[in-house]
């Protein structure tokens, strides 16, 4: 407790670290998954049924297997070897990214093809193309979109597996807060472990809540007659 | 009818958009869905769509509108094939309003947008349209969180803010209580007054009578009967008609 309160600057910079990989992920994640969630949701293609139950199942994708994937390509001999990213942040995030896209991605298209069903027929009467309804499905189902961010941004924080392959949980490096709380406890210091799985647990109980009560705010304002 | 006032914009005096449907049929495990060898809408209106469920009334409505591409005949707005030209032009209210998830102001400026008008036009039209449906108060209400009445009434305004020359309704007042009924009458009503074609599906006869100038029965797809609606109702020419205004005719 004290180590929260007194301000260790060690645990904060470990902390800060966490966050910065972890939001970046969820940044570059939803760039991808967004757009190809809606456009899977939208578009009308063969193969279409064929990856949309891909995407679904890449939504529980094990990290270890992500993080054997992504040590693989940056190592050394692998393709993206010239990179030099193995064990630092960039590889984490990485990581992240390719586990917390399927869960946007998979998200966004239910919500987006949901919302379709309601509007296109009306938005085809106002005269707005295909295309030109995307814009629309997005910004109306904002609060299911916000979810699935929340929802990615919970699975990349609390991922241990994938980041400490590829991060190699790297003093003041690389170190974030499940590596070390993983670390800590296998060498027995307890208080610390215990100080970042409070924080832990702090920032994941704030993300769930922050999720709830959006989705409660867009079902008093927004879905009452859905 | 008491007078009410009227939108500035809007066409007032125009001539009404005619429409015509020839040889329009939708097909279904060899039967027809839809089968209508001529339908002409080119007097005043409003014109109302009457049959029993399953005549095929918002089937043909969602044709004329364009929404569903006949298995085979045309619709003609003013004597052009209907095109994107034409469309722009007409505008739908369905049963189930289908609002968006923002503020009733955002509902009626998502249409305006769409057109060259400045800022400052557009605030003054939705001031104009929330005056029209009575939602004067409610501009920065969530849509969604209307009653069923308002609802309704917002679509109707939406639909009228892209001012369309040929407006139709798939049974806007089904789901709704008499005193909403009536307001929504009121609305069609003026609309109508002021050069929109009316073309609205019912299956309240009550509310043909009310609002119609002319009046077509729907059965099976065809239309069985088209006239004027003093005339049809208090001498229907078909058997069919008699017995559906009897309240005997069932699919």
Redesign the interface.
Known sequence: MSLILGGDSELWAIVLLSLHVSLMAVVIAAAIGMPLGAALAVGRFPGRRALIVLLNALMGLPPVVVGLMVYLMLSRSGPLGVLELLYTPGAMIIAQVVLVTPIIAALTRQSVETLDA??S??L????VSRLASVP?LLW??RVALLTALLAGFGRAIAEVGAVIMVGGNINHVTRVMTTTIALETSKGNLAMALALGAILIGIAVTVTAAVSLLAARGE??????? | MRELPILAEAGQGASHAGIEAKGLRIGHNGGALLDVAHLALTGPGPTMILGPNGAGKSLLLRCL?G?IAPDAGTVRQDGQKLG?AQ??RQ??V?QKP?????SVAANLD??LR?RPLGRAARKARIAELLAEGGLAGKARQ?A???SGGE?QRLAILRALA?EPRILFLDEPTSALDPAATQAIEMMILRAARRGTRIVMVTHDIGQARRLGHDVAILHRGRVVEHGLAHDLFAAPQTDTTRRFLAGALVI
């Open positions: 309601e509007y027929e009306q085809r009467s106002l005269g629309t109306d189902g008093r304002t927004g879905l009452r007659h859905a | 509108h929404l994107a469309r722009a505008a739908m369905f289908v609002l968006l998830r923002r998502y249409v769409r969530g969604r969180s209307l609802a892209a």
